[in-house]
């Protein structure tokens, strides 16, 4: 009888699964949707980080700055994942952390935010001239500079200059694919790319 009551008193393995088993259902499913969360952040963000780090750095200047913008964009992407509809990953958070990059510029360096308005018609229709046309001298010298010292001009240009040049001449996007990114006019995207070249050209000249 004791052998019995000891047995009926001591936790066991099945015992545990039993208490296992009457864990609340609430509890049970809240614990699956933490491990699919955690999953699908895994699958979805971790394998571009990289490019996040490397866009976060373009856009504010600095490598420690980027991490902490990456930090609060890989937050933003973590209470975001569960609506995310399994498309473009690598967009879908590049396009996060650019928005948490300006949100820290914004709190940490408002002064190096530079708002740039859309151009006009004919600053439109010259610089679409000039790009059908072939390359400007100014792309030409960006392409013969080595990456220490491209990395060190586009440091020194203002950020939405410095994030599109870097989206068209390192990332290799068109002007459609850098407006999707930016959330900015086709046009805005010539004139800031046109300006940014020019900024770089000027960069390199003052430290040659």
């Known amino acids: 009888m004791n052998s019995d009551n000891s047995l009926a008193d001591s936790p066991s393995r099945d015992g545990d699964c039993s208490n296992a088993s009457n864990t609340p259902a609430g509890v049970a499913n809240d614990w699956a949707q933490i491990e699919t969360v955690r999953a699908r952040f895994n699958r979805v963000v971790l394998p571009h980080l990289d490019d996040a780090r490397a866009l976060a750095r373009h856009i504010t200047g600095s490598a420690t700055d ?12 973590l209470r975001a994942i569960v609506g995310f509809a399994d498309g473009n990953a690598r967009a879908w958070l590049l396009t996060i952390v650019r928005h948490s990059a ?41 392409a013969k500079l080595d990456a220490a010292r491209l990395e060190a001009a586009i440091a020194a240009i203002p950020a939405p200059f410095r994030e599109t040049v870097v989206l ?23 004139s800031r790319l046109a300006r940014a070249r020019r900024r770089l050209v000027a960069a390199v000249a003052s430290a040659v």
């Open 168 to 190: 068209r001449e390192i990332d290799g996007l068109d002007y459609r694919a850098i407006a999707q990114r930016t959330e900015v006019p086709i046009g805005t995207v010539m």
């Open 66 to 77: 980027a991490d902490d913008v990456v930090q609060d964009a890989c937050l933003q992407a």
């Open 102 to 142: 300006y949100r820290w510029m914004r709190k940490n360096r408002p002064q190096a935010v530079v708002l740039v308005d859309d151009v006009d018609a004919a600053a439109c229709a010259q610089a679409a001239i000039t790009e059908i046309s072939g390359k400007t001298p100014e792309a030409a010298l960006i």
